[in-house]
């Protein structure tokens, strides 16, 4: 059983991907029914999403600014991948 106060706090420090963090959120909010703090809760998944896709959006056209294609770029959505291709371009 996931507890409410841990998933909030991996919340607020931004730890895991999207997609993990989405997990945790609907396991928690499954296994505890009366949670009391469903709505911070809430808020800070809403934010934590918002900051990654603007993320995300950024790092691909980073990328396709490097000359990758769309197709890889989508693949390749790291801050690693980008410093390694600009440094190839740059250096």
């Given at each position: 059983m996931f507890k409410p106060e841990a998933t909030?706090?991996?919340l607020r420090?931004?730890?895991w991907?999207?997609?993990?963090?989405e997990r945790r959120?609907?396991?928690?909010?499954?296994?505890?029914?009366?949670c009391p703090i469903e709505a911070e809760c809430a808020a800070e998944y809403d934010a934590f999403v918002n900051v990654t896709d603007d993320k995300?959006?950024?790092?691909?056209?980073?990328l396709r600014?490097?000359?990758v294609g769309?197709?890889?770029?989508r693949a390749n959505l790291s801050a690693a991948r980008v410093k390694e291709l600009a440094?190839?371009?740059?250096g």
């Open positions: 909030l706090r991996l420090g931004r730890f991907g999207a997609r993990a963090m959120v609907k396991r928690c909010c499954a296994d505890n029914p009366d995300r959006k950024e790092i691909y056209h980073e600014e490097l000359g769309s197709v890889e770029a440094r190839r371009t740059n």
